[in-house]
């Protein structure tokens, strides 16, 4: 199995900044994918940000309403990522949750995917 514990959000003003940090735990042997979805009241729930490991590189991407304002990027430990949201605006607003999918270790590995209990960001206007 693997866990996923989340941390950061809150409340800002427009225009400012919040962070939100995700890390994976578990019987992991390699973490494939790390991604930050977000849920606002009535919506379905949105990619927010992607990152897609490999053993040579890792691929971002990201949703046209966040481009430009958000970033992701792994931390150390390497089965960390922080979702950095600069020039916060109301329509940002929402639940973000954090979504893992990795290969477990086991014989064989299994396919393993979990996701966040959530992390609630409110923006002020």
């Known amino acids: 199995q693997v866990q996923v514990a989340e941390s950061g959000g809150g409340l800002v003003q427009a225009g400012g900044s919040l962070s939100l940090s995700c890390a994976a735990s578990?019987?992991?042997?390699?973490?494939?994918?790390m991604a930050w979805y977000r849920q606002a009241p009535g919506k379905q729930r949105e990619l927010v940000a992607e990152m897609s490991r490999s053993r040579s590189c890792d691929t971002k991407q990201y949703s046209d309403s966040v481009k430009g304002r958000f970033t992701i990027s792994s931390e150390d430990p390497k089965d960390t990522v922080r979702l950095q949201m600069n020039s916060l605006k109301p329509e940002d607003a929402a639940v973000y949750y954090c979504?893992?999918?990795?290969?477990?270790?086991?014989?064989?590995?299994?396919?393993?995917?979990?996701w966040g209990e959530g992390r609630l960001v409110t923006v002020a206007s």
């Open positions: 578990g019987l992991i042997f390699r973490i494939d994918d």
């Open positions: 979504y893992v999918r990795a290969i477990g270790a086991g014989i064989p590995p299994p396919d393993l995917e979990a």
